[in-house]
């Protein structure tokens, strides 16, 4: 039932395409915000891929390899989001009480161990490349198998393999200087 439906909407169902849709937009927007960290930008590369996918459906030649096809597209689309994120920086001005004319007191708790761990680990894995940020949210996140990931970006899979251990590697390194 699922390829019919991919194939419909390949046709213009836009019926079909809805439901294709609603079936895979939990799956696109976790994985645009595992790679992008960011729900506002999540949802909009999320936004961007169905955009996308619609716009581009008649480039999916087979309905089976549609999860491939549409992974790559929300890695593309993860891609423009952190072109367009770095092309306009947001400066945090800190609020200053205008009475006193000093930065109010904080109200927020001391970080618990776990919480700095995993602020540690963001900041580590924002240091990685979107490619590999992906691949590691592709296999160890979404526990998907190396031969889907290595359709996703269209590379052979030895080549997904050795990306794959080279963006743990860059993590296990990043992690290792959030440390310090």
Request: glycine fraction near 4%; aromatic fraction near 6%; charge should be positive.
């Amino acid at each position: 039932m699922e390829r019919t439906l991919v194939d419909q909407a390949r046709t213009g169902d836009r019926a079909a395409f809805d439901s294709v849709v609603r079936s895979r937009i939990d799956t696109v927007y976790r994985t645009s915000l595992a790679i992008l960290g960011n729900p506002s930008d999540a949802a909009d590369a999320t936004q961007e891929t169905f955009v996308s996918a619609w716009c581009h459906r008649n480039d999916l030649r087979d309905p089976a390899n549609f999860d491939a096809w549409l992974g790559r597209i929300t890695v593309n689309a993860c891609r423009s989001m952190l072109r367009k994120r770095s092309r306009k920086a947001v400066r945090e001005i800190p609020l200053i009480d205008p009475v006193s004319e000093r930065e109010p007191a904080s109200t927020e708790q001391p970080l618990d161990v776990r919480t700095a761990a995993a602020d540690a680990f963001d900041r580590a894995f924002g240091r990685l490349s979107i490619d590999d940020r992906a691949i590691l949210v592709l296999h160890h996140l979404q526990e998907r198998p190396v031969a889907e990931i290595a359709a996703t970006f269209g590379a052979p899979v030895g080549t997904i393999k050795a990306r794959l251990f080279r963006a743990r590697a860059a993590l296990e390194s990043a992690l290792a200087k959030e440390s310090r």
